[in-house]
């Protein structure tokens, strides 16, 4: 099993803040997911990358695949409380497999 | 349309009963999945089926067993329940394309279990 470390563990912001959360592993990935999960529903996918060193946008989010495509960044720009949730990395691999994350809880307060 | 249903939502049980959750997926996709979610939100695969064939088989103890009648469903049969099964059950699914590694899993709500 692959082990995706994500920090940090638990968040709590104000409303407007910016964060990072990171997903660091030892492991080389050929993919590398983001979900966010709500309580009481299943993950819901955010975005994927699968180049070393891609960034993708998508509103306020931005995510990054490392060089070494080992680990990743989800940044939220101006914190909204419809942001709150539990976000997850997930790495693939070329099995179709994926490992995910150990989470990261975020709280953004209004 | 609910994308991928799970049945049921809540499951309380007692030590040593067998129980089984049902999973059904109107996506057309070929490969179903199952995780379970740890009370620390730690979510890992338990059995993956494509085409009705399991492909992936983590080290979970064999009184869980798949069982996929056919492609849209994936049921998940438990054996002899243990206090440490206690935990959410998630099924996904997703359409390989060309062994892809990067195709975007549906879950389901989730089964929370808890075994008393």
């Known amino acids: 099993t692959q082990l995706l470390e994500q920090s940090p563990q638990f968040l709590s912001i104000q409303e407007g803040e910016n964060l990072t959360v990171y997903c660091n592993s030892s492991?080389?990935?050929?993919?590398l997911q983001w979900y966010r999960q709500e309580p009481g529903e299943g993950p819901v996918l955010l975005v994927t990358?699968?180049?070393?060193?891609e960034v993708k946008k998508l509103k306020r989010l931005t995510f990054q695949f490392g060089d070494a495509r080992k680990d990743s960044s989800l940044h939220i720009t101006a914190a909204q409380p419809g942001d709150t949730g539990l976000y997850l990395c997930a790495g693939g691999d070329t099995g179709n497999q994926f490992y995910f994350g150990t989470g990261t809880s975020l709280t953004v307060i209004p | 349309d609910t994308a991928v249903s799970q049945t049921p939502k809540y499951l309380v049980t007692q030590m040593g009963n067998d129980k089984s959750i049902k999973c059904e997926q109107n996506l057309g996709h070929d490969t179903m999945y199952w995780y379970k979610q740890d009370s620390k939100k730690f979510l890992k695969i338990m059995f993956s089926?494509?085409?009705?064939?399991?492909?992936i088989n983590e080290t979970v103890p064999n009184r869980f067993s798949p069982k996929s009648p056919d492609k849209a469903h994936l049921n998940l049969h438990i054996n002899s329940l243990e206090l440490g099964d206690s935990a959410v059950y998630f099924c996904?699914?997703?359409?390989?394309?060309?062994?892809?590694?990067?195709?975007?899993?549906?879950f389901g709500p989730g089964t929370r279990l808890t075994v008393l």
């Open positions: 996904a699914s997703s359409q390989v394309i060309g062994g892809s590694s990067y195709n975007e899993q549906f």
């Open positions: 492991s080389v990935f050929s993919s």
């Open positions: 089926y494509n085409n009705k064939e399991l492909i």
């Open positions: 990358v699968v180049t070393g060193g």
